[in-house]
């Protein structure tokens, strides 16, 4: 009787030690009773060509990618999702079958998702969004974004060149604001989004003034360490919507376990403890 081969899968960055991913995806397998394993794997750039191509042959059938590996595996890929493209970046990879790697990018999914739960009456058509910063996560934000319908996306860096580059790639429905001038952008917003790792701990504080803030905006950071960062401390206090980043993080992670394992997890307080542990 030849037995079943148990699914493999992981995340693949460097560092890796911190991600939250293995405690989620190990709940998630242990909870729906599946017997597979999800391991954490600290893998260096000159390294991840090879490894990608050989994990399948050891039983994989897909893995996480994080920092700093998100754009160079596009270039190990066969197919590529359009969202992917769109964001230059992949965070998910599968592992087909017919011995194809299939990337795809399920940030900006999360996000949204991650807003819709935390802010279940958040109506992204009902005016501008204010997004911080202009990095890898900002590109699948605001093509989140822009994909549900935001009719316009203020958007401010530090470096206002990589603002600048967003702009380019996106088009007119994004207006760059110098940075210096970041905190006006606040009073128009309805949605406010911290991209950068600003708050973060071990990082300086977010400077913005945020005395702009709109009462009923919904405010997201997509920094979760802490889970409450001062800029979701002062929005609340100022009446608004905060959703921490934390629910991204859980709502990325959905369509991956379920492309890998068959069985679509449900995003809930446990899954947020497990991701907590």
């Known amino acids: 009787m030849t037995l079943p081969r148990i699914p493999l899968a992981g995340v693949i960055g460097s560092p890796i030690a911190h991600s939250k991913s293995p405690q989620l995806h190990r709940h998630w397998l242990k909870t729906y009773g599946i017997p597979g394993y999800y391991i954490p794997m600290d893998v260096s750039p000159e390294n991840l060509s090879e490894v990608v191509t050989t994990l399948p042959k050891a039983g994989f059938v897909g893995v996480n990618i994080t920092v700093p590996h998100k754009e160079k595996v596009m270039e190990i890929a066969d197919l590529i999702t359009d969202r992917a493209i769109l964001i230059g970046a992949a965070n998910t990879l599968i592992f087909r079958k017919d011995g194809k790697i299939h990337a795809d990018n399920t940030d900006g999914y999360g996000f949204v998702e991650n807003l819709r739960q935390g802010a279940p009456n958040w109506n992204p ?138 069985v679509r997890p449900t995003v809930d307080a446990a899954a947020r403890a497990a991701a907590l542990r």
């Not at 950071?221 to 919507?241: F, I, K, S, W």
């Open 125 to 262: 058509k009902a005016g501008p969004a204010a997004v911080l910063g202009a990095g890898g996560a900002a590109r699948a934000v605001i093509a989140s974004l822009l994909d549900v319908g935001v009719p316009e996306i203020l958007i401010s860096n530090r470096t206002r060149i990589r603002a600048d580059a967003l702009q380019q790639d996106f088009g007119k429905r994004l207006k760059v604001v110098d940075w210096v001038q970041a905190g006006n952008m606040l009073e128009e917003a309805v949605t406010v989004v911290n991209t950068t790792s600003l708050g973060m701990i071990g990082k300086p504080e977010l400077r913005v003034p945020l005395d702009g803030l709109r009462p009923g905006a919904v405010v997201t950071d997509l920094v979760y360490a802490p889970l409450q960062t001062r800029l979701l401390r002062v929005a609340e206090e100022m009446g608004c919507v905060t959703v921490d980043g934390l629910g991204m993080l859980l709502h990325q992670a959905v369509p991956a376990f379920e492309r890998w394992f068959g």
